[in-house]
């Protein structure tokens, strides 16, 4: 099995920043992208940023120039650098990475079980 545990979330207040991790640990072969995710109190989950295996990366419009993921391929673990943080930012954030256990199986989807992040003005 895989597990993926986030931590770095907290209390911020407005303009300040956070660095969430996300550590993947268990039977891994290798793994794709790794993303993170988020969602507020009554709303959908939504994408907020990816990064591939090779580094490439794409976010959500409403975190771009703000939110940096980043990646250490060698400990399984990805990063998301948040500055200039928005009361409209709270949230609970999920890693979510596509993982293949053995060299013969499939990638799947492997989710964390959040951390919150609170923005308060």
């Known amino acids: 099995q895989v597990q993926l545990v986030e931590s770095g979330g907290g209390l911020v207040q407005s303009g300040g920043s956070l660095r969430l991790s996300c550590a993947a640990s268990?039977?891994?072969?290798?793994?794709?992208?790794m993303n993170w995710y988020r969602q507020a109190p009554g709303k959908e989950r939504e994408l907020v940023a990816g990064?591939?295996?090779?580094?490439?990366?794409n976010y959500a419009d409403s975190v771009k120039g703000r939110f940096t993921i980043s990646r250490d391929n060698a400990k399984n673990t990805v990063f998301l650098q948040m500055n200039s943080l928005k009361l409209e930012d709270t949230a609970v954030y999920y890693c979510?990475?596509?993982?293949?256990?053995?060299?013969?199986?499939?990638?799947?989807?492997?989710w964390g079980r959040g951390t919150l992040v609170t923005v308060s003005s």
């Open positions: 979510n990475a596509e993982v293949a256990m053995y060299t013969w199986s499939k990638y799947v989807g492997v």
């Open positions: 268990g039977r891994i072969f290798k793994i794709n992208a």
């Open positions: 990064i591939s295996s090779d580094g490439s990366t």
